[in-house]
């Protein structure tokens, strides 16, 4: 959105494609809407209203439910709406494709009533609906963050169980004094972890070992250690959370070289300050080029904007750099706070490289074990996992079950990782019809 | 056994879509998902892998695709990016889709 505003505002033709319904991405989803149960969820949130009535007035054509399924440097995107796909060709394309969760394996993970914790503060913002009886269990910020807002709304969760280890802690110290710059971000957070005190909920910490079961009733029995202990909790909804990683299928797909955030232990698309790739007129902005959180993103939006308005000619170099100003100080000042992040709130070992019985990936059911299998039985590579299991090759097209896999190769080591290329990423990046890409025809393109 | 809601029903916003949900009709507020709408009706599974494994959302926000449902004739459509819309007919994907022999019209 603060891309699109920028560019808008300095004289370019602008066209920004939302696959979902309303503007708000995942951060602000539905903020528009104005629910009166949007009070449980924070100042932060309500923030974006802002940036929806600034792109409002901006000039720049919306199309929602619009969704890319391939990107070609050049530039053009294909894109689907209401079963209609067309083709809109543009000097620039600026991709800003968000974040996903970390997948979070564990044995009975695809059980009906196990979800992210992402999920359910979407369906508090889209639908104000609230879980009946939920377990928080995982690591990081949102996960403290969902608590707060569940409690806020007056449906505190049962219990939070925490994987975050003292040895985690200890690693992330030195990267304290950085964070002091995030200072705000820091106070909240630590408001949140208050809040949650305050509100008396049960916190298991140490915990590893996670592993849900259903009865005929439906209601989910979760186990855990926690501090060396055997844990068991039974909920109608389990919620997990290990952090948010770059959606980079669309990156991938559209040629654009990655390279591996050992800290957040994850890939993310190769880009300069203003968000240009290695691919001529594409650029990345926002968690979709790395994780950074909203205020970040923004900024990085408005960079990238900047960006695209010098290489169209629009603005002098000297401008450019004048008007970035706020935005990189910005940036500097929200990026400080991730080292500490990222090592407080690392993802276990068991969780990169989960146990046999665990399905790996959902669409097509392959568990750890048969990976295993099929790595002692010379499937040596991520590519060669994939063609000779399905690993990857389900609808959701390995995002669910990338990490995983690079996870279950490198046997958890996350100094490996890096080192494992992901299979390619082709198009469709989204599933579309033989019919509607047969619909097509080049009386379809149009120029953005 | 029936399987209830894992959540509490969605505030009213007023205007109502109703749905026909496996036989069952629903009615949900507009502007939410249809998987919300699934997930304030039942706890149960709204489709099967092709293993037969009972699956239901997951993410909310398509990009892990276990909500796939059946709308209207059109099968692997993502609940959460569907919105409830007034008389459409829902019914849960087991196993992969059929191919009907001819083009989806």
């Not at chain 1, 030195?174 to 200072?183: D, E, G, V």
């Amino acid at each position: 959105m603060s891309a699109a505003i920028t560019a808008a505002d300095g004289g370019l033709r602008v066209l920004l494609l939302d696959e979902q319904a309303q503007p708000g991405g995942q951060i602000y989803r539905n903020v528009g809407a104005r629910l009166a149960t949007h009070s449980w969820l924070g100042k932060d949130y309500a923030s974006g209203l802002r940036l929806l009535d600034a792109l409002a007035q901006s000039g720049a054509t919306v199309q929602f439910g619009a969704t890319v399924w391939r990107v070609d440097s050049g530039s053009r995107v294909v894109w689907s709406q209401n079963g209609i796909s067309q083709v809109t060709t543009a000097s620039h394309i600026l991709l800003a494709s968000g974040a996903q969760e970390r997948p979070v394996p564990f044995p009975g993970w695809t059980l009906p009533g196990v979800m992210t914790a992402g999920a359910a503060q979407i369906l508090m913002k889209t639908a104000g609906m609230l879980p009946k009886d939920a377990v928080l269990a995982g690591s990081g910020p949102l996960l403290y963050l969902v608590a707060a807002q569940m409690i806020d709304a007056g449906c505190p969760p049962k219990a939070l169980v925490e994987t975050q280890t003292p040895h985690m802690m200890l690693r992330a110290l030195p990267h304290l004094p950085k964070a002091l710059l995030s200072a705000g971000t820091l106070l909240k957070g630590l408001g949140l972890i208050g809040k949650i005190r305050a509100a008396g909920t049960r916190r298991y910490k140490c915990a590893s070992s996670f592993a849900a079961t259903s009865d005929d009733s439906g209601m989910i029995n979760f186990s855990f250690r926690s501090k060396g202990r055997l844990e068991n909790l039974t909920c109608a909804v389990l919620l997990t959370h290990q952090g948010v990683i770059p959606s980079t299928h669309i990156s991938h797909a559209a040629g654009i070289t990655h390279e591996w955030n050992a800290a957040q232990v994850a890939f993310q698309p190769s880009c300069d300050i203003w968000g240009a790739t290695d691919r001529p007129g594409l650029h990345v902005a926002g968690d979709g080029a790395g994780i950074g959180g909203a205020e970040a993103a923004c900024a990085a939006g408005t960079l990238a904007a900047l960006g695209i308005l010098r290489a169209s000619g629009n603005i002098s170099a000297d401008t450019r750099n004048q008007r970035a100003t706020t935005a990189r100080a910005t940036l500097f000042r929200t990026r400080a706070i991730r080292p500490f992040l990222d090592a407080a709130y690392a993802p276990p070992a068991e969780i990169l490289s989960p146990p046999d019985q665990t399905i790996i990936c959902r669409c097509e059911d392959v568990t750890a074990r048969a990976i295993r299998q099929g790595m002692s039985e010379g499937a040596a590579g991520h590519r060669q996992i994939k063609t000779s299991l399905r690993a990857g090759m389900g609808p959701c097209q390995g995002r669910m079950c990338d990490s995983t896999v690079r996870g279950i190769l490198s046997a958890g080591k996350t100094s490996r990782m890096g080192d494992i290329a992901p299979p390619r990423a082709r198009t469709p990046i989204k599933p579309i019809t033989l019919g509607e890409m047969a619909a097509l025809t080049t009386h379809s393109e149009d120029t953005a | 056994m029936i399987i209830v809601s894992r959540f509490q029903p969605p505030p009213k916003t007023g205007a109502t879509a109703e749905f026909e949900y496996e036989g069952a009709s629903i009615t949900a507020p507009q502007g939410i998902s249809l998987a919300a709408a699934l997930l304030a009706h039942s706890g149960a599974y709204t489709r099967q892998t092709a293993g037969g494994d009972a699956r239901a959302a997951f993410c909310m926000m398509g990009v892990c695709f276990e909500c796939l449902v059946e709308v209207d004739g059109v099968p692997n459509t993502q609940a959460c990016m569907t919105q409830v819309r007034q008389g459409m007919v829902v019914k849960r994907q087991i196993g992969l889709r059929r191919l009907n022999g001819c083009n989806d019209s």
